[in-house]
């Protein structure tokens, strides 16, 4: 019940309607080392550059966020506004 997980819950189950039914999270819980994955909603969110791509992140085999061997997936534009702007 704890707020980070709500929020984590809440993106995937919005990714998974967003994309009509074809992207389903609900087995991303951890990442392959047992660390949650980190969302980073961009897309909308910075008035000077409203399309920043959205991303899942893994920190990794090390566990540690922003080093070299962190996983980063960039999900695609959502909103009408970016996805014609990087077509």
Same mark, same amino acid.
């Given at each position: 019940?704890?707020?980070?997980?709500?929020?984590?819950?809440?993106?995937?189950?919005?990714?998974?309607?967003? #994309?009509?039914?074809? !992207? %389903?999270?609900?087995? $991303? =819980?951890?990442?392959?080392?047992? #660390?949650?994955?980190? !969302? %980073?909603?961009?897309? $909308? =969110?910075?008035?000077?550059?409203?399309?920043?791509?959205?991303?899942?992140?893994?920190?990794?085999?090390?566990?540690?966020?922003?080093?070299?061997?962190?996983?980063?997936?960039?999900?695609?534009?959502?909103?009408?506004?970016?996805?014609?702007?990087?077509?």
């Amino acid at each position: 019940n704890h707020t980070c997980y709500q929020s984590w819950d809440s993106f995937r189950n919005n990714l998974r309607v967003n #994309s009509g039914g074809v !992207v %389903d999270l609900t087995a $991303l =819980e951890r990442d392959p080392w047992g #660390s949650p994955y980190l !969302v %980073d909603e961009n897309e $909308l =969110e910075f008035v000077d550059n409203l399309c920043r791509r959205d991303h899942i992140r893994s920190a990794g085999p090390d566990r540690i966020y922003g080093t070299d061997d962190d996983i980063i997936i960039y999900l695609p534009f959502h909103s009408a506004e970016c996805v014609s702007e990087n077509n």
